[in-house]
């Protein structure tokens, strides 16, 4: 059974950077994706980005592209989201999501973080001044 625990979010002013962690863990090898998504009071669930620990190749959405970026510490078993230049619009409660690619689920360039079965409980981001 694979559990996420994400940590890392609060309140941070537009302009500023907050580093999330997802520690991971029941994960028997590097078949997996691990990926995030948000959602934003009243919206629905937007990608985030997403990693494949098989190669650490990465996806992005384009609302994030070049402010976030995402990473692994094979190590301590545990996947970052560092986010920075943030925005109001980045307002959300992040949740860390993975899966088994051997499932089928993929880092997908469209969905990033989207379509994975296991979530954590989520952190809040709130940016505002």
């Known amino acids: 059974q694979l559990q996420l625990v994400e940590s890392g979010g609060g309140l941070v002013q537009p302009g500023g950077s907050l580093r999330l962690s997802c520690a991971a863990s029941g994960f028997t090898d590097d078949y997996y994706v691990i990926g995030w998504f948000r959602r934003a009071p009243g919206k629905g669930r937007e990608g985030v980005s997403c990693?494949?620990?098989?190669?650490?190749?990465?996806r992005y959405a384009d609302s994030v592209k070049g402010r976030i970026t995402i990473s692994r510490d094979k190590a301590k078993k545990t996947v970052y989201l560092q986010m920075n230049s943030l925005k109001v619009e980045d307002t959300a409660v992040y949740y860390c999501?993975?899966?088994?690619?051997?499932?089928?689920?993929?880092?997908?360039?469209?969905?990033?973080?989207?379509?994975?079965?296991?979530w954590g409980q989520g952190t809040e981001v709130i940016v505002s001044s």
């Open positions: 999501a993975a899966d088994d690619l051997r499932t089928g689920a993929r880092c997908s360039s469209a969905r990033p973080g989207l379509d994975l079965g296991y």
């Open positions: 990693i494949s620990l098989t190669d650490g190749s990465t």
